[in-house]
């Protein structure tokens, strides 16, 4: 009878201890040991070569597993844990890395031991305030640091996005979720990168987003970050998402200004893009297009309904009631390509501007153009020869290029691409094509070449007598191409080229002008809508300065007039001669403490600075590490030296070697997470030991954890041999020289350094994330 009382209760007591089971064994797994498969007894070698093969295993880039990112972002938290001997130490003796808030070490360790093997799972529960549970519409937006970082920002200068900040318990993110979940899905369709954070989860982007409440919104374009400050309602996101793109990507144009808009093709180096449409605002698709493309193409946009168009629309026979798409190209009486649709569509559009990003015979005017325009050769079906015109501007060489510009309208075909080149703004590019023959000097000449390989190598042939645009020149072209298609060998000549020279680059001024604006713009911004209270440390600043500044002016005006007012005359004059003889002496001191030579301090990266020269590095400096190996060191470290001697002023700058003999596992851990760099090898790759990564160049920011890249220049033994410093060679090395074809291509890789530097210092190169920093064994 006792058993039948008490048999319901002592059921449910068992069946509440079963679903308490399954509830912990179908959590997350929160040992780190676990999840990288070590034992709490191995050594930071053993965890960092776990972490490298799980993280080689479960990358999301690599595993199209669904699971494959949470997996990922698991073992990078282990590692993180394992990888800190403080944290580590923490979870072996509490089961926590110390991170926990809200409670005392004595009450975590009591409340571990008690629970030791169950974990709380608030799904079970079914709260409304999970937001997994509550809205899984955002489960394909949710970002992550690294995702963030290596995906997000560099896209963002393709298109804008728009991210949510959220968490669980938050009462207003439920309220917005409504009109997010519209607006999101309106503005993905027009071509805006949707994001969301869950700050509980990813609280290291939350704060490096700057966000310190949830629900937050904030826009991300051209990698730089506008919080939304207005009402959560659809018309004010969709115009916080428009104010976000620059103001002058779309031209209104009339029967005025279409002529001059049409026509800026030779000065601008792009086709030009008209939309012509009956809406008096131009369509946020439009704008959005705009900015995908604005590299390629520029826009135009037609109010068909405005007064002022009827020419205009009448010329190109344009239907006012159906919005209509041209692309103009080098003639601007008739459209090289038209669309016509209804419904524009973001597809609709992106097809049609896509097969139409170049001019006919596109003047190549920087390297990325080239690339493009004449891609490496991949197989042979996917062979494509380009024909590029070398001329000269002005009238003498119209007639050439018109010919030109014909025949390559009348012979396009997918397998070839036409370009010309000014000779006299890219010098190189001509002479290692023409090799200075002077039978086309002051003429124009006509190259069929072929990129072979990313370092510049072609393969290519030279029309036997400068190109006039005769019926001659013209049959003599169109046979070789013919004879190309068979006979691939025909181009028999080989050469590497120079990088080419960026015509279109703004002046330093104007980039240094609009950078400063938009710096002002920030401050302005973050005045007006920051938190006060993060504020106040800035202000005090501010101000303490200011009062430093303004009480030394004053004391030093009161301290020189009295001192004038009680000197007499001839003191004076005294004075007068010893800071003249002062001064001689010390701009003497100061030429004679100028280095008669180029100096710079590079020291070995080894196990014993290590710490010192990355790992504690201070805020702000950064160590510029150049990878050599035993056989390349001489020649490597003076062309290093040659090209970072200009930067030495700064003391925020240190320079280091790293031996690739020594250290070549440290270097390949660090270079897979710059996987465009350096790409994962698998365990079938049986010739990744043998990479040359010498002549790479790290520069490593040891407090934020992140470095930039710099990968050698790759060109043949041609070029001119640099001495680090001519002029002050011993006696008993003159009349040697240094200089070899072996030490010519090792300096090589080295090319252009000093302009990586340069952006370097200006904040401009990707940075690539990493958790922590290896051991250096």
């Known amino acids: ?26 959590a997350p797994d929160r040992d780190p040991y676990r999840v990288l498969g070590v034992g709490r007894s191995s050594s930071q070698a053993d965890i960092k070569k776990a972490y490298k093969r799980l993280a080689r295993q479960w990358h999301p880039d690599k595993n199209k597993d669904p699971g494959a990112e949470d997996k990922f972002i698991q073992i ?18 509490y089961g926590d890395a110390g991170e926990s808030q809200g409670y005392s070490q004595h009450q975590q360790r009591q409340f571990h031991h008690f629970h030791e093997g169950f ?10 305030f999970n937001s997994e549970r509550r809205d899984t519409s955002d489960e394909k937006y949710l970002l992550h640091f690294s995702h963030y970082v290596n995906e997000i920002v560099p896209d963002s200068f393709k298109k804008p996005y728009l991210i949510k900040i959220t968490s669980d318990w938050c009462f207003s993110c439920i309220h917005i979720e409504p009109v997010w979940k519209e607006v999101a899905q309106e503005l993905e369709a027009l071509g805006v990168g949707i994001g969301v954070v869950h700050a509980g989860y990813e609280r290291r982007l939350a704060h490096h987003l700057g966000a310190h409440s949830t629900p937050s919104i904030l826009g991300l374009m051209n990698g730089k970050i506008t919080f939304f400050h207005s009402a959560v ?108 649709a209804r419904d524009m569509k973001k597809q609709l559009i992106d097809d049609f501007l896509s097969q139409n990003k170049f001019l006919m015979a596109a003047r190549l005017t920087n390297q990325r153009l080239f690339q493009e325009l004449c891609p490496v050769k991949k197989s042979h079906r996917q062979r494509k020869h380009c024909v590029v015109l070398l001329t000269g501007e002005g009238d003498k060489f119209a007639d050439a290029y018109e010919a030109f510009l014909t025949f390559a309208v009348a012979n396009t075909k997918d397998t070839l691409r036409f370009a010309h080149i000014y000779n006299d703004r890219q010098p190189e590019f001509a002479d290692a094509l023409l090799m200075d ?32 645009g005769s019926n001659e020149d013209n049959f ?58 993060e504020m106040m440390p800035l202000l005090s600043l501010l101000f303490s300065a200011l009062f430093i500044l303004f009480g030394t002016v004053i004391v030093q005006a009161f301290s020189d007039s009295s001192d004038t007012r009680d000197s ?150 041609e070029g001119v041999c640099e001495d680090y410093d001519s002029s002050s060679l011993h006696t008993e090395a003159r009349g040697k020289s240094s200089c070899s074809p072996g030490s010519r291509s090792i300096k090589n890789k080295l090319h252009k350094l000093s302009f990586w530097m340069e952006h370097l210092l200006e904040g401009s190169l990707q940075r690539f994330y990493i958790p922590s920093w290896p051991a250096l064994d």
């Open 568 to 717: 007499p005359a001839s003191e004076k004059k005294d004075t007068t001669a010893k800071t003249e003889k002062n001064d001689t002496s010390f701009s003497k001191e100061s030429n004679s403490r100028v280095p008669k030579k180029g100096f710079v301090e590079v020291t070995e990266l080894t196990d014993i600075n290590y710490n010192s020269n990355l790992v504690r590095l201070r805020p702000g400096h950064m160590n510029v590490v150049l990878i050599l190996s035993n056989s390349t060191k001489t020649a490597l470290l003076q062309k290093f030296a040659l090209e970072v001697y200009t930067f030495t002023g700064s003391s925020s700058l240190h320079f280091s070697f790293l031996s690739l003999d020594k250290h070549r596992e440290w270097l390949e851990y660090l270079l897979e997470f710059a996987q465009d760099a350096a790409p994962i090898p698998n365990q079938y790759d049986k010739h990744f030991l043998e990479r040359d990564y010498t002549g790479y160049v790290l520069a490593l920011n040891g407090h934020k954890k992140y470095f930039c890249l710099f990968k050698p220049h790759r060109s043949g033994d």
């Open 119 to 128: 974990y709380f799972d608030e799904s079970f529960f079914h709260f409304p």
């Open 76 to 93: 990078s938290k282990a590692y993180e844990i394992l990888s800190n001997e403080e944290k580590r130490a923490n979870f072996d003796r």
């Open 476 to 533: 003599i072209l169109l046979d070789l191409l013919d004879q190309l298609r068979t006979d691939p060998g025909l181009l028999s000549s080989e050469t590497v080229l120079a990088d080419l020279n960026d015509e279109l680059a703004p002046m330093f001024l104007i980039r240094w002008f609009y950078s400063m604006l938009d710096y002002i713009l920030d401050c302005w911004d973050s005045l007006f809508h920051s938190n006060w209270r």
């Open 437 to 468: 023959e002077e039978k086309y000097r002051g003429k124009s000449a006509v190259v069929i070449l072929e990129r072979r390989n990313n370092a510049g190598k072609i393969a290519f042939k030279t029309l036997e007598e400068a190109w006039q």
């Open 233 to 340: 309602i659809r018309e004010n996101l969709r115009q916080f998402v428009e104010n976000l793109l620059p103001g002058n990507l779309v031209e209104k144009i009339t029967d005025k200004n279409y002529i001059r808009f049409l026509s800026n093709w030779k000065k601008e180096n792009k086709p030009h893009v008209l939309l012509f449409d009956h809406m008096p605002v131009v369509p946020l698709l439009y704008k959005l297009t705009a900015f995908a493309y604005r590299d390629y193409l520029s826009f135009g946009y037609v109010y068909v309904g405005l007064r002022g168009t009827e020419e205009l629309s009448s010329q190109y026979n344009i239907n006012v009631y159906t919005p209509t798409l041209m692309i103009f190209k080098e003639h601007i009486d008739k459209p090289a390509d038209v669309a016509q």
């Open 1 to 26: 009878m006792e058993l039948g009382r008490t048999g319901p209760a002592g059921l449910l007591l068992l069946l509440l201890l079963v679903v308490l089971v399954l509830t912990a064994q179908a």
